[in-house]
């Protein structure tokens, strides 16, 4: 019986935290093996400057804000290079102040992806991007057509991609977030990185699933119209990553336990049925014991919450437990979609178990 695709997460998946210089410094990755990252989520732990988003394909210093709709832009002296292990920092101040303790969130991919979709027939258009197949994940870039098209793009995972979260670059426009258990048909829903909003029903998807080698597009003016595109693909991956659901029973003490088959290092959560609650991000760095109650919010610039609240949680050897009465995490019948990736599997390859937090 295999466990665990993945015996060493921390190739494909870090989290590091910094303390700003207001200069020049590279930063290198914790993990025993080097990392060379291709996107890479800075957020201050302790200011209310915006979420930065960066990514190899776009290239270094090109910036996208999860908390908002603007375009892609270009931020002078933030990140400047992706390194072997780590990143490189200029002077600017939403990455690298004096006043800020940071946090980044590090994938690799690192293969380089080109598709032809005339020659290769995969796709109705052409894309390009770095693809990490071990690990489920692909960055994908292409030119969009014209408002009112609906079309194909290959992602180059060779697997069903279980989430993807896309954005216009040049126009301002929403986030875009595809996860398969959103609803019962989530092909015809989508969700909004950048708001509280819940689940709408539109055809983002062009009403239908993603396959192993491409995902649709439909016919939504909230695509930039002959602009580029990118998105960040992922499958799951067992032992290392986990794209699920839950429901909530409000109950702080007995809170609804997750299964993912490893210990989380990383977890995004939101209520996609109802209401209008916050994306919330944890990780297994930031406070670094349970109960964890030190989370960030996607959808806004807010500095991440340090004093005990209703969305705590437990990160548990093989999944985690909501310890929260909160609708941000834990309503009463409420469903919640969770993207999560792995500090270590629950049971190696070789059958040795992790150990609890």
């Given at each position: 019986m295999a466990y665990t695709d993945i015996d060493n997460p921390e190739l494909y998946f870090q989290t590091k935290l910094y303390t700003g210089n207001g200069?020049?410094?590279s930063?290198?990755?914790d993990g025993s093996e080097n990392m060379r990252p291709d996107w890479v989520w800075i957020?201050?732990?302790n200011g209310s400057d915006g979420h930065v988003l960066i990514d190899s394909v776009r290239g270094a210093l090109k910036r996208l804000r999860s908390e908002g709709t603007n375009a892609e832009d270009t931020l002078s002296n933030s990140l400047t290079s992706f390194d072997n292990n780590g990143f490189?920092?200029?002077n600017a101040g939403e990455v690298n102040s004096s006043s800020y303790n940071l946090v980044s969130w590090n994938w690799a991919a690192g293969t380089s992806f080109s598709n032809d979709a005339s020659a290769t027939s995969v796709g109705s258009v052409d894309s390009t991007g770095s693809i990490n197949t071990t690990a489920g994940f692909s960055i994908i870039s292409w030119t969009s057509l014209a408002s009112g098209s609906n079309y194909t793009i290959?992602?180059?995972?060779g697997a069903v991609p279980a989430v993807i979260i896309m954005k216009g670059r040049h126009e301002a426009n929403s986030w875009q977030v595809y996860h398969h258990k959103?609803?019962?048909?989530?092909?015809?829903?989508?969700l909004d990185l950048s708001t509280t909003d819940a689940t709408a029903d539109y055809p983002v998807w062009n009403d239908t699933a993603p396959t192993s080698s491409v995902f649709s597009l439909g016919t939504w003016s909230g695509f930039?119209?002959?602009?580029t595109m990118i998105a960040y693909c992922f499958a799951e991956k067992k032992g290392y990553s986990k794209f699920g659901s839950y429901v909530g029973n409000a109950n702080a003490d007995y809170g609804t336990f997750v299964y993912t088959g490893f210990k989380p290092a990383w977890l995004l959560i939101k209520r996609s049925d109802g209401g209008t609650d916050n994306w919330n991000l944890y990780d297994n760095k930031r406070l670094g014991y349970n109960t964890n109650y030190s989370f960030l919010i996607p959808n806004e610039t807010n500095a991440e919450n340090t004093t005990t609240s209703t969305a705590n949680l437990d990160i548990l050897s093989n999944g985690f437990k909501i310890r929260g009465s909160t609708g941000h995490t834990n309503t009463s019948g409420g469903t919640y979609i969770y993207m999560a990736f792995a500090e270590s599997p629950f049971v190696s390859s070789k059958g040795i178990p992790t150990t609890a937090r």
């Open positions: 200069g020049t410094q930063i290198t990755l957020k201050p732990r490189t920092l200029g290959a992602h180059g995972l959103n609803t019962s048909a989530p092909e015809t829903d989508y930039d119209d002959g602009g």
